[in-house]
């Protein structure tokens, strides 16, 4: 194992390289680039064009994981996918908010 002695051009504490953050989340790298060209996980591009990901791709790329292998979706329903479940999680936060402020914060249960 090699340890760099200077920190990459563009390479920040919270940022991850591509090839580690493929490493970290157990994919190949052309599966995360096909995820970042179809919008699915954020990247940057540093000067040099390579991509860097914030650490909480992580788990977006566990949960796109998880929606290949439990649901079988293909790359292009992926981003749908997932922007729908978003959307289903902010009613749901939502109607637990404005049904708190209805009952005074009991539980009907």
Known sequence: M??????????SPGRLS??????TGGVHPEMVQRLVALGVLDAER???????????????LARVRR?????GINYAALGLVIDLL????????????TTSR?????SWT
């Open 46 to 60: 540093d000067a040099a064009g390579d991509l860097w990901f914030e650490r909480d791709q992580l788990p977006a």
């Open 2 to 11: 090699t340890y760099p002695l200077a920190r990459a051009p563009g390479a």
């Open 86 to 97: 978003d959307r289903v999680a902010a009613l749901e936060r939502e109607l637990r908010v």
């Open 102 to 106: 209805r009952t005074g914060g009991r």
């Open 18 to 23: 591509l090839t580690v953050f493929c490493h």
């Open 67 to 71: 929606l290949r292998a439990g649901l």
